[in-house]
């Protein structure tokens, strides 16, 4: 995978605490970012950071890099400050990857009880849950919207009210066809996919019944255009609430949190929330 990631992280750099009680982990004025466990692996920990004053509701960050080991939460980090930082409460979730004992279903799993988990935090209103969710990501902030259709996850404390897809991985069985990250849909699900793979592919779980927001920039040479063009296109002929944003840039330009582009997701993430 290309790496602007050191850019993105040179936006800012939040220490990770110990695992068990809660603990502060960010020093910005305008926020305030604790660890949380909710499961025992390593892998299985949240970062919420809150805003200032009031909240808009929580945005669920999934960060991506094809679901393999060699990338963490630290993507997420710049996205959850600049969040706080615009009134939202935000989410920056770990989970178990291809490598660190991920996959299917273990992978899916993580994100379900990451979510299920923002149900026991002490004074949080989880009436607004938005997932944001860039390229591997941006696939499972995709599948968290529609994980109760599914009978594996269909008991949900916490439901998504909508997903933004930054260049997400949309269809896992054209990106095993146009082999993106070196099979990596393969190694994720442990098999090459097929029809069968609806509980985890969101190509084939359309419609959703939640509105989802995909953006993508025109250059992207990691994860092609393509994947949010037939997603859109095929949720919305089904009948779903599904639209498009083309942005000039690359596979990361919707990750700059310095960029228009970053802006333009704030503006959806606000018209998802009802502001």
Request: contains cysteine; proline residues 6%.
């Amino acid at each position: 995978m290309p790496t602007r990631r050191a850019v993105v992280l040179a936006v800012v750099t939040l220490p990770l605490a110990a695992c068990g009680s809660p603990q502060p982990s960010s020093t910005e004025e305008t926020t305030r970012a604790m660890r949380l466990p909710y499961g025992n692996d390593p892998s299985q920990f949240g970062e919420l950071t809150r805003p200032s004053g009031p909240s808009k509701g929580v945005v669920v960050v999934i960060h991506g890099g094809f679901w393999k080991a060699e990338y963490d939460v630290e993507l997420g980090r710049p996205l959850a400050v600049s969040l706080a930082q615009h009134g939202w409460t935000a989410w920056n979730v770990e989970y178990r990857r291809v490598g660190a004992g991920g996959g299917a279903p273990a992978t899916f799993d993580d994100v379900h009880e990451s979510i299920e988990h923002l149900a026991t935090v002490e004074d949080l209103d989880t009436s607004v849950v938005l997932t944001l969710g860039h390229s591997a990501g941006g696939h499972l902030a995709v599948w968290a919207a529609g994980r109760h259709q599914q009978p594996r996850w269909s008991e949900c404390r916490v439901r998504v009210t909508g997903a933004v897809s930054q260049a997400g991985v949309l269809d896992l069985v054209a990106a095993h066809d146009d082999d993106l990250g070196d099979r990596a849909a393969a190694r994720f699900l442990g098999h090459t996919p097929t029809s069968a793979d609806l509980a985890y592919d969101p190509r084939q779980q359309v419609p959703l019944d939640v509105p989802v927001r995909c953006i993508h920039g025109r250059a992207d040479d990691v994860v092609p255009l393509s994947q949010s063009v037939d997603y859109v296109t095929a949720a919305t002929a089904a009948g779903g609430d599904a639209s498009l944003v083309e942005v000039d840039g690359d596979h990361f330009v919707v990750i700059d949190t310095e960029s228009e582009v970053w802006r333009r997701q704030l503006e959806l993430l606000d018209e998802l929330g009802g502001r």
